[in-house]
């Protein structure tokens, strides 16, 4: 475990608690509290021993953090004269790697749950989830789906924007231990500082077990090297800071795989058009490219997405929770996944291949890709949109044509395209019927040649399904897929509409082919 602490400038509302800590510290003492005595580590739940002393008041926890092969720390809040808080932190050694042990302590509800990190190259999954706050209901049932995807699993990756109120203790307790009180005990947990965390005198007293007060450090499972960075300001990273994260990177260049993990993504769809974080991008991203990063994972834009450049994978999974946010067009020739979606990540490595699936509230697939050790695979194939207009009035038409270029193989070819919003109600447009004396509504044929499998526009709904297939292993530059009419209602309430397929290839193997997303902003004049 490495780490960099950064000294955080307060606000007067930060320094204001961070005295009252201190204050309370003289009486609880300056470092967490620790009684061994109160844990007890065990592989089989049959060799659990009753506790000869009374069981503790427990207000939040107990989790495990700062796993490694052959230690852990054991952690939790305990009510102590009143409402009085104490934090505890339990250190345990003497575990063997690679293994799941099953923890209690006196007076909690429930046995927690631990597995030591690998030794070798044993195989092991890990979660990743993100902006948890202020959606208990929802962050309490993404907990329940992740335990259900992969009960084995080793850990859980929190990328931020765990509270609405960093200095609020109520806040904690609504927006974190509540809802993800189950989730804490079944996996050892990383968090990432967020926006929202910024500041806050319970974040460290938390988490700084992991080293750098829980905010910048690094640690290894397995053939895997993690790296958690807060740089939700550009001054934050600092030459030493700098100096930390190069040395870091440069000393773990054997690991299978190098994941850097930090709140503000270095690229995202955004409806305003912004692409992501430019100081991320000019500062950090050139070192994750001179040192081999494979995966970078983010928070903060309420969705999901996925990118790619320069053989890095850029994923954000910040639909833990909290109120999701629209994406905006593709990043071109980087975006391979964009949904609005509640979601949380799953990784499996084995045999130096991490297999990376995002999965939705309900549990079901949105993304799936994997990354080799050794190799990185090349995305040719791109989707492209191409309007008559950009810009329409309420009342008018406009043609959108979907193409794919630089495919090789193709066999078969489906997707989908939403043309409403949620928000306000009645954003739809309204599609013409390509075929009026068949049955249904249908869009107009492109020039893939094959056998038509779906063809139809639901008017109410606002979803298009089309699909292909026998198409005998076209190879084109560009190949127009389907051509649409739209028509906007006199009564549109919105001023744009992004247009923003997705689709599904596949070779005459039925192998996936891989493709960039592309899309179109038709703006609206009221």
């Known amino acids: 475990m490495k780490n960099y602490c950064r000294r955080h400038s307060k606000t007067a509302k930060g320094t204001a608690l961070l005295l009252s800590l201190w204050l309370l510290s003289g009486f609880l003492g300056c470092t967490p509290f620790s009684d061994d005595a ?16 009374s069981p503790r008041e427990i207000a939040c926890g107990p989790y495990s953090l700062n796993v490694s092969t052959d230690t852990a720390v054991i952690a939790w809040e305990e009510k102590k004269w009143g409402d009085t808080l104490r934090h505890v932190e339990v250190p345990v050694s003497g575990l063997s790697a690679g293994t799941e042990y099953v923890y209690r302590v006196n007076g909690a509800k429930k046995d927690g749950r631990l597995v030591t990190a690998p030794a070798d190259g044993t195989p092991f999954s890990f979660f990743i989830v993100s902006d948890t706050r202020g959606g208990a209901a929802v962050a309490s049932q993404i907990a329940e789906q992740i335990i259900s995807v992969d009960p084995a699993a080793a850990f859980v990756i929190h990328a931020g924007d765990m509270v609405m109120d960093q200095d609020s203790q109520e806040s904690w307790q609504s927006d974190w231990w509540s809802p993800m009180a189950d989730l804490l005990l079944h996996f050892s947990v990383y968090p990432v500082m967020g926006n929202h965390e910024e500041g806050s005198a319970w974040y460290p007293r938390y988490f700084s077990s992991l080293g750098g007060k829980g905010i910048n450090y690094s640690f290894n499972r397995g053939r895997v090297h993690v790296v958690v960075l807060d740089v939700n300001q550009e001054s934050f990273i600092t030459g030493e800071f700098l100096a930390w ?34 100081y991320i991008q000019e500062i950090l991203v050139p070192l994750y490219e001179q040192y081999g990063v494979k995966l970078v994972l983010n928070g903060d834009v309420h969705c999901y997405q996925h990118h790619v450049k320069n053989n890095i994978h850029y994923l954000i999974s910040a639909g833990g929770g909290s109120r999701l946010y629209d994406h905006g067009l593709p990043l071109e020739g980087m975006t391979l996944s964009l949904s609005k979606s509640y979601n949380f990540i799953r990784c499996r490595v084995q045999d130096r291949l991490m297999q990376v699936t995002a999965h939705d509230i309900a549990s079901d697939v949105l993304d799936n890709f994997e990354l080799a050790a050794d190799s990185a695979a090349q995305v040719t194939a791109q989707i492209v949109a191409e309007t008559d207009k950009s810009v329409v009035r309420p009342g008018e038409q406009f043609r959108a044509d979907f193409f794919i270029k630089d495919a090789v193989d193709l066999n078969t070819v489906s997707f989908t395209l939403e043309y409403y919003k949620d928000t306000p109600p009645g954003a739809l447009l309204t599609v013409v019927d390509a075929q009026p004396l068949a049955e249904g509504i249908q869009i107009e044929e492109g020039q893939l040649g094959g056998v038509v499998t779906a063809n139809s526009a639901d008017n109410t709904k606002g979803i298009i399904t089309y699909g292909e297939e026998r198409i005998g292993g076209l190879s084109a530059s560009k190949v127009k897929v389907a051509s649409i009419l739209f028509t906007v209602p006199d009564d549109e309430p919105i001023t744009a509409f992004y247009l923003v397929p997705k689709f599904s290839l596949h070779d005459t193997s039925g192998g996936e082919i891989p493709c960039f997303m592309g899309g179109a902003k038709i703006i609206i004049k009221k």
């Open 38 to 53: 109160q844990v007890q580590v065990v592989t089989d739940v049959n060799e659990f021993t009753p506790f000869s002393s």
């Open 245 to 278: 994260l190069t040395s870091d990177l440069q000393e773990h260049q054997d690991a299978d795989f190098i994941v850097v993990c930090h709140h503000l993504p270095a690229y995202a769809s955004n409806p305003d058009g912004e692409n992501g974080t430019g």
